[in-house]
């Protein structure tokens, strides 16, 4: 897995989050159907139901869909994993 930014904050009321991408990975990011975070030490993917850019970057995850929910991932680091990135 690679590390590629972080979730800043939430936006608006149907879970979807501010997203902060490395400019080097940004590219990967827009091809990717899934992202993953760190959780009780593993690795857990969740899906993307959509993703908008540029500027500010703001995305929305499968299955989160409440402020509360997205509130759970604020700050954690985002991560893609190794074979999704393009070389």
């Known amino acids: ?40 030490g593993q690795m857990i993917p969740y899906f993307i139901d959509e993703l908008r850019s540029p500027g500010n970057w703001i995305i929305k995850l499968e299955d989160i869909d409440t402020p509360e929910q997205a509130r759970y991932l604020q700050g954690k680091a985002v991560h893609l994993e190794r074979a999704d990135i393009l070389l």
């Open 1 to 40: 897995y690679q590390e590629v930014g972080y979730l800043q904050n939430t936006h608006g009321l149907k879970g979807e989050m501010r997203i902060k991408i490395s400019v080097e990975f940004q590219e990967d990011m827009l091809l990717s159907e899934k992202i993953f975070f760190e959780l009780n």
